[in-house]
């Protein structure tokens, strides 16, 4: 799917498609799970399925210091362990987990409002 959105934030990553196989990022292809901030992308982040997420990878995520982190779980929403969701909430950052084309044009939603949101994006289908 296509996302249409402005200019405003011209230098920050921004999602500009996806796919049930890849994700285009500032007219880059990527056909692998991501992490994608503002100021950050990072394709090869390593989990490939909700189920292979564990408390390790989101030392990444924390390290970006976001107010809010949307995870994007595939094709459908897949909830996380409970110890994924109160390792990032015992930090006060905010965490919503939905499909990764909800989770693709939240985060440019967010990020074109100035927020400081970090995206976990999985494909599995999308």
Not at 23 to 42: C, W, Y
């Amino acid at each position: 799917m296509k996302i249409l959105f402005d200019n405003g934030a011209a230098n920050n990553y921004r999602i500009q498609s996806y796919s049930a196989d890849s994700f285009t990022i500032n007219n880059e292809r990527i056909t692998s799970g991501i992490l994608i901030s503002a100021k950050r992308l990072i394709p090869d982040w390593p989990p490939q399925t909700m189920a292979d997420l564990a408390t390790q990878h989101l030392e990444t995520i924390i390290a970006l210091e976001p107010e809010i982190v949307l995870f994007g779980t595939g094709k459908r929403l897949i909830f996380p362990d409970e110890m994924i969701i109160s390792t990032i909430t015992s930090r006060y950052i905010g965490v919503e987990f939905m499909d990764t084309g909800a989770a693709c044009r939240s985060y440019n939603l967010l990020m074109s409002d100035n927020r400081k949101v970090v995206a976990a994006l999985l494909l599995q289908g999308v």
